[in-house]
């Protein structure tokens, strides 16, 4: 690679290809990019949309968003920019692929999924607009496949491409026999978190039902913050006959805490009567079944300083049982056997630990409330935040302990989704047509952000991803069984279908 070399201010070397806007570079080497691109200009926009094979369709980067600046994996082998020490660390261009465009799209592609290195595309960085087409042969998509994912996903793209296609079967044995995948990758490291600057204000929502005890430790830990928040707003739906409204005393803290009783239904209805309240800089989502160390707004804060980013989503830790305590998220911690210490854009969000600045909240309004009653809010939220501009990172410093008590809680309202017949609670989401006997699955609110989010030929995939799963993953003596089953299952699908579609026609709505 015939790299030219830019230092920046603080000494760091940038490595690029072409010519790109210098000035314009050096802005961005401060940010939380580590690659930068313009390929959509260059025809790179959506390619190799076969990665959908894969995905699931849950990923949230399978599209490029129409943005000035957003997060895109589909590098121009021939006009881009990176730190060196990213390059160097993550080794560059795998040399085992003979097409440099499939190369290229490999490095983007892992850079942003395993190894915590940030691609962007940014407008105007390079002027090139000649377009050039990016062909993927059937035996580099094998390829591909066969170094990145597990041999399934090959079968499952062997059986969507053309099962009966002598060329997709060369091409399958021929990387199959000649490749094998990838297991482990270099990380990039994250940066030395700077001291927080200034004095930004912090707000916390909590939102809550049936879990007043839950809340209460919450609001200690809360007190036990190295750097405080101001204002703590919690909504509690506890019915009336439910509550002890004693044990809420805002006197005992030594920072700003509202209480409000919810009188509508749903945790997204919740934040959003939280987030009209909210009057900080930041705003940090928490459920009320949480423990936090000391450290937790802290840490959250001087991440988003230091890699100058929007939102973050912090570690998320799953306790054994509801009476464990922060001495045991140490344990588990210290014992974690994940890859914890990345920093990279997340391809998650949870209302349970993110941060996020409050300008950007304002800008979506809040939660979509066509999730109320169903699930897929946290994530439908943070690829709302990706599409506007404003990259979720991961922040491993942030960790909670979630205690997931088997009572209480918003999802006392969403069981009432597995009941049929008379005895049935109606959800949000079923509008004017209730469920009577034929119960829809998948949630329709998980297929409600597939609608939302994704293309059209992404749900066909889903769909048959879903169906494939469900008669081939297991005890493979249980197939007969799942087939009789299956024209129901069909039913089920196509009744989820149905909602989703409803409240599409409803479009997002905060209230």
């Keep these: 690679m015939n790299f030219k070399e830019h230092i920046n201010q603080k000494g760091?070397?940038?490595?690029?290809?072409?010519?790109?806007?210098?000035?314009?570079?050096?802005?961005?080497?401060?940010?939380?990019?580590?690659?930068?691109?313009?390929?959509?200009?260059?025809?790179?926009?959506n390619a190799f949309q076969d990665i959908v094979y894969q995905t699931f369709v849950f990923f949230w980067y399978i599209n490029d968003f129409d943005l000035d600046q957003g997060v895109s994996w589909r590098i121009n082998p021939n006009l881009f920019a990176v730190r060196k020490s990213v390059w160097e660390l993550l080794a560059g261009f795998d040399k085992e692929y003979k097409n440099p465009q499939l190369a290229a799209l490999d490095f983007g592609f892992n850079a942003l999924r395993n190894q915590g290195a940030i691609p962007l595309y940014v407008k105007g960085l390079y002027t090139d607009t000649v377009k050039v087409p990016v062909v993927i042969s059937t035996k580099d998509r094998y390829v591909f496949y066969r170094k990145n994912?597990?041999?399934?996903?090959?079968?499952?793209?062997?059986?969507?491409?053309?099962?009966?296609?002598?060329?997709?079967?060369?091409?399958?044995?021929?990387?199959?026999?000649?490749?094998?995948?990838?297991?482990?990758?270099?990380?990039?490291?994250?940066?030395?978190?700077?001291?927080?600057?200034?004095?930004?204000?912090v707000s916390y929502i909590i939102p809550t039902m049936l879990r007043q005890d839950f809340t209460l430790n919450l609001l200690e830990d809360l007190t036990n913050q190295t750097y405080q928040p101001t204002?703590?707003?919690?909504?509690?739906?506890?019915?009336?006959?439910?509550?002890?409204?004693?044990?809420?005393?805002?006197?005992?803290?030594?920072?700003?805490?509202?209480?409000?009783?919810?009188?509508?239904?749903?945790?997204?209805?919740?934040?959003?009567?939280?987030?009209?309240?909210?009057?900080?800089?930041?705003?940090?989502?928490?459920?009320?079944?949480?423990r936090i160390p000391p450290d937790f707004i802290e840490n959250h804060i001087r991440l988003l300083q230091t890699y100058n980013a929007g939102a973050c989503n912090g570690l998320d830790i799953r306790a054994d049982h509801q009476q464990q305590t922060l001495h045991d998220l140490k344990y588990k911690l210290d014992h974690y056997t994940g890859e914890r210490w990345i920093v990279g854009a997340s391809g998650n969000y949870s209302n349970a630990n993110s941060c996020v600045k409050s300008e950007y909240v304002r800008q979506l309004v809040g939660n979509d409330i066509?999730?109320?009653?169903?699930?897929?809010?946290?994530?439908?939220?943070?690829?709302?935040?990706?599409?506007?501009?404003?990259?979720?990172?991961?922040?491993?410093?942030?960790?909670?302990?979630?205690?997931?008590?088997?009572?209480?809680?918003?999802?006392?309202?969403?069981?009432?989704?597995?009941?049929?017949?008379?005895?049935?609670?109606?959800?949000?989401?079923?509008l004017d047509h209730p469920v009577k006997w034929i119960r829809p699955v998948p949630s329709p609110t998980i297929m409600y952000q597939i609608h939302k989010q994704f293309t059209p030929q992404q749900y066909i995939e889903y769909k048959h991803k879903y169906f494939s799963m469900y008669l081939f993953k297991g005890n493979k003596w249980e197939l007969p069984?799942?087939?009789?089953?299956?024209?129901?299952?069909?039913?089920?699908?196509?009744?989820?279908?149905?909602?989703?579609?409803?409240?599409?026609?409803?479009?997002k709505r905060t209230k």
């Design 481 to 507: 069984l799942k087939l009789i089953k299956l024209p129901f299952r069909l039913l089920q699908f196509n009744k989820s279908v149905f909602y989703a579609k409803n409240l599409i026609k409803l479009g």
């Design 12 to 45: 760091e070397v940038i490595l690029y290809l072409g010519t790109p806007n210098l000035e314009q570079l050096e802005a961005l080497s401060h940010g939380y990019g580590d690659i930068w691109h313009s390929s959509f200009e260059q025809g790179y926009k």
């Design 149 to 201: 994912f597990k041999i399934d996903h090959s079968i499952f793209m062997l059986y969507r491409k053309g099962f009966w296609n002598l060329n997709e079967w060369n091409s399958f044995f021929y990387a199959k026999n000649n490749f094998k995948q990838k297991k482990k990758f270099p990380i990039v490291p994250p940066r030395v978190l700077n001291a927080i600057e200034g004095k930004p204000t």
């Design 231 to 290: 204002q703590v707003i919690v909504v509690d739906a506890t019915p009336e006959d439910k509550r002890e409204e004693h044990l809420y005393d805002s006197s005992r803290y030594p920072f700003e805490v509202q209480f409000h009783w919810q009188t509508s239904k749903g945790s997204c209805r919740a934040r959003n009567e939280a987030i009209e309240r909210c009057t900080g800089d930041y705003i940090v989502f928490g459920d009320d079944d949480v």
């Design 370 to 430: 066509n999730y109320d009653g169903g699930y897929g809010e946290d994530s439908d939220f943070g690829i709302s935040l990706t599409k506007i501009g404003v990259t979720v990172l991961f922040n491993p410093f942030s960790t909670n302990l979630h205690l997931k008590p088997p009572v209480g809680g918003y999802r006392f309202w969403g069981t009432q989704a597995k009941i049929l017949g008379k005895k049935r609670k109606q959800q949000p989401w079923e």
